[in-house]
């Protein structure tokens, strides 16, 4: 940003340049205002990005965010994206042993196909049939809980009626998840791969009374009403790129290299304090939208500042000269891997994990689950790599709570790193380290991410993935009408920690900017 830019006064200033400043960036713009982003980092995206994390090798990898679910239709129409996603024909493969014997559950592939493989798993035909009523459940209530994330928070009866199903109600916002998953199913491994679900970057119990697993279970079933996970066409960086690219054709200024460090408001006008390399600066706004953390935007205004939530899951990115061989021989690797692959999460290993952390220790059989993004969008990959078969893998772990970390995170992520891959190995047919490629300089190519990790890269408070505990999306004490604001009238959070947060999905963006085009 030119020195004299920092005189100048915008409608708008944001605080944050990750996907969902951006967003609000886009909007704003479109809509006439004039827009300065201000991001801490040399390059805008956050979490979302895209990157080349191994010397010499040509694989962009989504390095933090990987999969797309919650972003709505209505914003890549309505910013005009360049932004594409790509449907998995599988949804997820969970190997298992049964009578000595390797197996496992494949859910994919068309009905006849996943209802065959229930069949082979359990003997008989009621898991599927639970599994169709269960899921055709969560379908109905992602129809219509999903449009109303773009919209002004509903209140609870006004969200429960929406819903219009007392038994789902009951079922996902009432009581413990585990309930109805242990009415519902009596296979451990088929009840343990609908929990999965609740757990994602959320240290929980299935029964735990505060319910903050099923709030995580509801954002990952509602997601594009249909609750599917899609795959980013070209890395999740391509989503940020495309985004910074609508942000500055409608207008905005994206400043990177710009950390804020101070806001002052009268709940009228602001002035936003910001450092860069070569000095300190000063601009003024109207509005101040921020799209960092709760707590950053506590210390900015200087407000007491909030408890963080305790991240609790392991990042690891993998380049592969080839997918590894399975013990069970009846399923492809290609296929295995296209979805969701589930390592030691049957429901009593996850209970036993959550256990043994909440005790703190490491799990002894880390629970978690990996995704080869370029089985289906190769595109990420260099020519040169997919011509010889090179493929990628993404693990994401969980029960690993930022705590476990806290006396040595570097010996304590290589112990937690080991024992994740030795879950792996126990179902596959030759080692994960002898399909491991290696980069330029001859070291093998996978690198991994605790919750400090993240704390420290990305400045997520507790490494919380989520910015903070998920919440309800209906209207709570405080949370006024968008669930982005804050005590200050012209200040306002649209990133994660907002209400409705959480994942990638532009939404705190663009209801931010709801906000502010409403009051305007």
């Known amino acids: 940003m030119p020195a004299h830019e920092g005189s100048r006064a915008y409608d708008a200033v944001i605080v944050g340049g990750g996907h969902n400043g951006l967003v609000a960036a886009a909007y704003l713009a479109r809509s006439g205002r004039s827009v300065l982003v201000l991001e801490r980092l040399g390059r805008t995206g956050g979490a979302a990005v895209s990157t080349r994390p191994f010397t010499g090798v040509d694989a962009r990898l989504s390095r933090y965010s990987y999969l797309v679910s919650l972003l709505p239709r209505k914003i890549v129409r309505d910013l005009g994206l360049t932004f594409r996603v790509r449907g998995r024909t599988i949804s997820s493969y969970t190997p298992a042993v049964r009578a000595g014997r390797p197996t496992g559950l494949l859910v994919g592939g068309g009905e006849r196909r996943t209802r065959e493989a229930f069949a082979r798993l359990t003997g008989g035909t009621r898991e599927f049939a639970a599994w169709q009523r269960f899921y055709g459940m969560t379908g109905k209530v992602a129809q219509r ?9 509903p209140t609870r009866d006004e969200l429960r ?8 109600w009951r079922t996902l916002f009432e009581e413990p998840i585990g309930v109805a998953i242990e009415r519902e199913f009596e296979d451990d491994l088929v009840r343990g791969v609908v929990l999965t679900d609740a ?48 942000a500055r054709t409608a207008g905005a200024t994206l400043a990177t290299g710009h950390e804020a460090v101070r806001i002052d408001t009268d709940g009228h006008h602001a002035e936003i304090a910001y450092r860069t390399a070569d000095g300190e600066g000063v601009v003024a706004a109207r509005h101040v939208l921020v799209g960092a953390s709760p707590q950053e935007l506590a210390d900015l205004t200087g407000d007491p500042r909030p408890a963080p939530a305790e ?20 399923v492809d690797p290609r296929e295995a891997f296209a979805g969701t692959f589930h390592i030691a999460e049957g429901y009593e290993q ?28 190769p595109s990420i990959l260099g020519r040169d790599l997919v011509a010889r078969g090179y493929q990628t893998l993404t693990l994401f772990g969980l029960h690993t709570p930022a705590r476990l970390f806290a006396g ?16 792996l190995d126990a179902h ?24 400090l990790d993240l704390e420290r890269d990305l400045r997520l408070p507790g490494g919380n993935i989520f910015h903070r505990a998920l919440a309800w999306p209906h209207t709570q004490e405080g949370t006024g009408r968008w669930g982005v604001e804050t005590r200050h009238a012209n200040v306002l959070l649209c990133g994660a920690g907002a209400v409705r947060g959480g994942g990638v999905s532009g939404v705190p963006g663009h209801n931010a900017a709801m906000a502010v085009l409403e009051r305007d």
Not at 145 to 153: G, K
Not at 353 to 372: D, F, K, Q, T, V
């Open 428 to 451: 596959l047919a030759e080692p994960l380290v002898d399909c491991l490629a290696t980069d330029a300089d001859g070291r093998p190519c996978i690198e991994a991410r605790t919750p």
């Open 408 to 423: 040595d995170n570097d010996a304590v992520r290589r112990q937690l790193l080991k024992a994740t891959l030795a879950q």
């Open 199 to 246: 757990l994602i970057g959320t240290f929980a119990d299935a029964h735990d009374p505060a319910l903050p697993q099923n709030r995580c279970f509801l954002y990952h079933v509602i997601g594009g009403g249909t609750g599917a996970w899609d795959v980013p066409v070209g890395g999740m960086g391509a989503l940020t790129d495309a985004l910074a690219a609508a």
């Open 311 to 330: 991240g609790a899951q392991l990042k690891v990115n993998m380049l592969l000269k080839r997918l590894p061989a399975l013990r069970d021989p009846t």
């Open 161 to 168: 009626r929406r819903v219009d199903d007392e038994d789902a």
């Open 350 to 377: 996850l209970a036993a994990a959550h256990a043994e952390a909440a005790a703190g220790r490491l799990p002894a059989a880390p629970p978690s689950e990996i995704y080869c993004h370029s089985l289906t969008d």
């Open 145 to 153: 809980v999903f449009p109303t994330l773009t919209e002004p928070l």
